[in-house]
């Protein structure tokens, strides 16, 4: 027995071709973009500095030029990014899981 049809078969809207032929492009589509979204939000995190100040820390901070203009900096738009990128993710992971459900492909 082929266990990839199995699958398939289970995943499946138990309607017409038409159905199940939308059913599978939308999935690619989404699982497609998905994929996009959590690669960006990887490189997004990656490319963030620490937060951490190290042994700098200890001593008290002093007033920088990014303390000052926190709103403005690149470490300020990799974060607004970052979690637009995982809103973004989040949304389409959840849409994705209710088109999973067969009533909506067999209607």
Same mark, same amino acid.
């Given at each position: 027995? #082929?266990?990839? *049809? ?7 809207? %138990?309607? *017409?071709?038409?159905? @199940?032929?939308? @059913? ?12 996009? !979204? !959590?690669? %960006? %939000?990887? &490189? ?9 100040? $190290?042994? =700098?820390?200890? /001593?008290?901070? /002093?007033?920088?030029?990014? $303390? +000052? #203009? +926190?709103? +403005? /900096?690149?470490?300020?738009?990799? +974060? ?6 995982? &809103?973004?993710? !989040? ?10 459900? =067969? ?5």
């Amino acid at each position: 027995m #082929n266990y990839l *049809s199995y699958l398939v078969n289970l995943l499946a809207p %138990a309607s *017409s071709d038409a159905a @199940y032929a939308t @059913y599978r492009i939308v999935s690619a589509v989404f699982i497609i973009l998905m994929f996009v !979204a !959590a690669l %960006a %939000a990887i &490189v997004l995190v990656l490319l963030q500095p620490g937060n951490s100040q $190290g042994i =700098d820390a200890l /001593s008290g901070s /002093s007033e920088t030029f990014f $303390g +000052k #203009n +926190k709103g +403005k /900096s690149t470490e300020s738009v990799l +974060k607004r990014w970052t979690i637009i990128c995982l &809103v973004v993710l !989040a949304v389409l992971a959840v849409v994705f899981f209710i088109l999973q459900i =067969d009533a909506i492909w067999t209607a």
